[in-house]
């Protein structure tokens, strides 16, 4: 089977990558990459451990083919942090204990930062609903979902502080 | 050192510091099963039965061992054969000659999905396509995949040499029934005969998987001079090394195994798959090689927990003193022995008070995948029979159930059928708080009702090793064989910081190797916290005494004359009298003098006790569809002591939402062919975060005097009373009475309609 080469930018850095026509993104990711934050728990895209951004979109890197990531910006887990600068969804994951086993937290960390991004200021029926393409066995979501609206609470309050005059 | 009698003596026991492996886990960097790799690594796959029940006459690999990239072959040929011996695991044992044919199948093949052979090749891809080319030859046997076809006289037979235990006299023909318990104290039949009132049901329940994300995977390398390494997820790293070594019948000194980071195991993970495979795989192929399923894999071949039938008669007198009851449960245990049977059975009624009871249970097999533990194992089946009995004789009887389940809870001192005392027990605390919780009487909306159930788990406590050293800086690393499952490295790091009396960050904790440590026993029976905990807190109690004895030395005092506190060496007596050493200036001067500080402790935790739980809970019903939707539960617990609440909570949030999952919408469904047909998360339908509201706790706290700091266990409580719970919220919703499960909508629209016509 001819490999292809794939060139993609991923989490802000251009990366060239060799790719099986049939291997999926997140088996690039993981496999020719190294970014094993992204995990796979179903293959079909049932569990959202594997969600990454790409073009803006969320996506289940498990249903995208490595090639359809040419020319596309691909976020993940690895690039949510600003440096070691956690992100304030990671921090209140932790704050909150809002993981468990933490093997789903990526996909919920990464699916949650799109829901903000999009929906600042989201219920907790929204927060949910957004959520329920992510599975996680452990916590019952409880403290996943009271870490989203914490997280969302304190984005709200930086982004207008730092909109106030000095 | 005795449980304190305030939990306000503590500076951090029940605090909520962030996990010292948090970063790593919301920053995708920690190492997960499917995540290691190995220098020089090959991939491998597993060829899996179509049939569930098979005699392998021939296996021909030829075309496949030509195949460009593949390295080496395995089947059931390659496994010596096994003797017939139980090991003990975290909450019953493992038998390595069934651990052995689980792993391959050796002569026949007992479920859909059942290993036959396997293959390693330089990618996944070339191994699944050699997989493609192997040619078995199968002799398809008759299946059995229910619980009257399989015990019936001339049912197919599993295995031929499984004789009932527990019959008297001994069958003298093979059967699929290992084994019929009972368990009795007085005479419930009397009991019954002569009662006011009686309630009997038949329950029924599906299997269930424990569902866990992250789906079995290991690394494995075995060099021709024996030793080998396996980097594998578990709940036991000692156990994978005690199976693999029992299964390929090789010394366990010469299998080292290192824990890697698990995503879930909820019982699911306390035996093996696929680490022997891997290992034959990699001997045969010179290369370190990868195994890992995919989901439909982890459903069809891994798990799950037994479902079964349980039939129950109630009886009580006109004021609610239940006075006899009779249990008979049978438990379909998948392709080997062993489905829970005896804690289904002592789990069963364990938190009431009942002068006359019989439990019996049957451990029966199918051809389905061998099950394992699932978080309070064979507890939820039989106490959802119960706490639906008692909430059909609250109704009969007039009576509120919470009062009904105060009148028999067990209290301190009662004997139950284990014939022992309950100690510090606190069964009747749980249900007082759930009666004064708002939740309980709070007005219900239209098509709405509320249920509530109770349930008990024993706990357990067993072997553990810890090592707590102090490096010359004056931090402290404590060292465990115990997989962090949940949080347990933060309730380490506060165990040792709340002893040493130093900062919580002071500490950090490692989970060492099965080469690097003394052995422990798995993470499995709500153990972890309580027995590893208890041998952290003594090896930090013994570095207390060797610095206090050090920094006498140096004062030239007697041991009396040095105490501890705040993290330092005071000094009592003598010239020094009122002179301090830090735990970072005595650890600056260890190596000048007596040597480097550290201790070790190795010990059997004895003195647990049962944990038990109140959940409340209320449903809507749709009329138009059957849907039931969670409009509000609460969860009531006897903790013991709670380390690190969020973690305590945690662990009753997420054990009452796989509950509402068993009874609303999960289960295994069999083709007539004895298929799987729904082996993926589309099909097989655990809650998401849509299903389910918020999830009130309520952590009771009385502590258990046998730990240091009074913990009782906490992780397996929560998934026994929701399936009672939320069948008694949706039988008081319709008035219809809720006996099987699961309650799904096209089973509720169907009884809708019935009660119509």
Known sequence: ?166 | MNAPESKRAFRLVGTRPVRPDGVDKVTGKALYGPDFVAAGMIHGAILRSPHPHARIKSIDTRKAEALAGVKAVVTGADFPSSTSHEILLGEGTGNVRYASQNCMAQGKALYEGHAVAAIAATSEAVARAALELIEVDYEVLPHVMDIASAMASDAPLLHDDIFTKGLDPKPERASNVPLRFTTARGDPAAAIASAHTVISGKFTLLPVHQGYIEPHACVASWNSDGQGQIWASSQGAFMIRELTAGILGISQANIRVTPLEIGGGFGGKTTIYLEPVAMLLSRKSGRPVRLAMRRDEVFRASGPAPGGEVEITMAADADGTITGVELEFKLMGGAFPGSDTHPAAFSALAHYNIANCRVTGWDVLCNMASTAAYRAPGAPQTVFAVESCIDELAIKLGIDPIDLRLKNAVRPGDIGLMRVPAGEVGYVECLEAAKAHPHWSAPLGPNQGRGVAGGVWGNYGGSSTVVVSVADDGSVLVTTGSPDIGGSRASMAIMAAETLEIAYEQVRVNIADTSSIGFSMLTGGSRTTFATGKAVVEACEAVIADLCGRAAAMWGVDASGAVWRDGAVHCLAGEQKDQVLTLRELAAKANFGKGPIAAEISLNATGILPGFGVHICDTEVDPETGHVAIVRYTAVQDVGTAIHPDYVEGQMQGGAAQGIGWALSEGYLFDKSGRMENPGFLDYRMPVCSDLPMIATVMIEKPNPAHPYGVKGVGEVPIVPPLGAVANAVSRTIGLRQRDLPMTPDRVWSQLQAAKA
């Open chain 1, 1 to 166: 089977m001819t490999r292809m080469l794939i060139s993609a930018t991923i989490n802000g850095d251009a990366c060239d990558f060799l790719a099986d026509p049939a291997d999926t993104l997140l088996d690039a990711l993981r496999d020719e990459l190294g970014l094993t934050g992204s995990k796979e728990g179903c293959g079909s895209g049932d569990c959202g451990a594997c969600t990454v951004m790409m073009d803006g979109d969320m996506v289940c890197s498990c249903l995208v083919l490595a090639a359809e990531a040419e020319g596309r910006v691909i976020s993940t887990i690895e690039g949510v942090a600003d440096g070691s600068q956690l992100h304030p969804i990671q921090r209140k994951f932790l704050e909150l204990g809002a993981l468990q086993c933490g093997f789903c937290t990526p996909g919920f960390i990464v699916a949650t930062k799109a829901l903000l991004d999009r929906n600042p200021d989201p219920s907790e029926s929204e927060v949910r609903y957004w959520l329920a393409g992510n599975l996680c066995r452990c916590t019952g979501y409880d403290k996943i979902v009271h870490a989203v609206l914490d997280a969302a609470a304190e984005m709200r309050q930086d982004h207008q502080s730092r909109r106030m005059p000095a």
